[in-house]
């Protein structure tokens, strides 16, 4: 699952987990989590709420997802999160938002390929975990994204995940998986394909396409953990993965997560008869009284 800032943070991963890991084994080997993306500069200030996103969820491996503009903060992050019971470091090259382009950060990375080359090899040494970086499509003439993910590789990454869009592209368009396949024969480590990738059926395709080691599925999953196993949810089973989402995340912030879970509420309530007058009533849900009455409402009106 693909790092989501405001989404994948420690019960939307763990949820996941659970849907996802069908093979009865207690840690899949085949399914991955990742953070919200952290920075490494609030991490050396010691900002609490920056260490509060740290957190490994249960159920699959999960990677911390960094970003930042300074090799000497990666290093000094990557020794801290190296302790914390992740299973891999994710570098951040790919975000494309204004407070993080403008600050270098990113996206910005790609434009500055030296630095993150630089950045790669810092976290590595650092680093008791393996090291993956997380890139867009290069917009600069004057070096490829295979090159990009050459340096990369070549400063210690242990995988690279291409989402196929460019800083300019945002979130619209259409992903390029020409792209993934030419960083698949550019690269000895795995390739993971990344960009609206929404099924299994999609993944499959995209795998045989490009010949990409692993997907990464980013807003196919958002109200929708059954997407990693393929499973149809019924309405029924819907209203399980909203309590039992419901539950984990106020047991792991308290009530005051409402605010966040109705984003999360939005997306599980979306493509049926009445959702709308459901995701209304959810932007106004503030502690257990609300939901329950909010569930109420919806297994009254559409449980059938
Ligand atoms: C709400 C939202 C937050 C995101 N936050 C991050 C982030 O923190 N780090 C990151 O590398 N990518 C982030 N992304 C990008 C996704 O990881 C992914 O690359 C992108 O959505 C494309 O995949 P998809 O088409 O499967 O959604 C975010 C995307 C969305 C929609």
Redesign the pocket.
């Known amino acids: 699952m693909?790092?989501?800032?405001?989404?994948?943070d420690y019960a939307f991963r763990s949820l996941c987990a659970e849907y996802a890991c069908t093979d009865n084994s207690p840690v899949s080997p085949r399914f991955f989590t990742?953070t919200?993306?952290v920075s490494v500069k609030a991490m050396y200030y010691k900002d609490l709420k920056t260490y509060a996103l740290l957190k490994p969820n249960t159920g699959s491996i999960c990677g911390a997802?960094l970003?930042g503009n300074e090799a000497d903060c990666f290093a000094a992050a990557a020794e801290t999160v190296s302790d914390m019971g992740f299973g891999f470091i994710?570098i951040?090259a790919?975000?494309p938002m204004p407070k993080i382009y403008n600050n270098g950060s990113?996206s910005a990375l790609l434009n500055t390929p030296k630095l993150l080359g630089k950045i790669v090899s810092a976290t590595v040494k650092a680093s008791e975990i393996p090291v993956t970086v997380?890139m867009r499509v290069s917009e600069n003439d004057s070096i490829s994204t295979e090159d990009i993910a050459r340096i990369c590789e070549y400063n210690g990454a242990a995988a690279v995940?291409i989402?196929a869009?460019t800083r300019a592209q945002y979130?619209s368009g259409v992903?390029d998986r020409d792209v993934i396949k030419r960083v698949v024969e550019a690269v000895a480590i795995p390739v993971i394909g990344?960009?609206?990738?929404?099924s299994i059926d999609n993944a499959r395709i995209v795998r045989e396409y490009t010949g990409c080691n692993g997907v990464?599925?980013?807003?196919?999953?958002?109200g929708n953990p059954f997407v990693f196993s393929g499973t149809v949810p019924t309405f029924a089973d819907i209203i399980t993965a909203v309590k039992r989402h419901t539950d984990l995340a106020v047991a792991d912030k308290g009530e005051r997560v409402f605010r966040e879970l109705r984003a999360h509420y939005a997306h599980y309530f979306k493509g049926f008869t009445g959702a709308a007058e459901l995701r209304k009533l959810a932007v106004s849900v503030a502690d257990y009284d609300g939901f329950n009455a909010l569930l109420d409402t919806a297994l009254s009106r559409y449980g059938n």
């Open positions: 693909a790092p989501m800032a405001g989404y994948t990742v919200e993306m997802q970003f994710d951040n790919g975000c990113g997380k995940t989402h869009r979130y992903a990344n960009g609206d990738i929404a990464m599925l980013g807003r196919a999953a958002l």
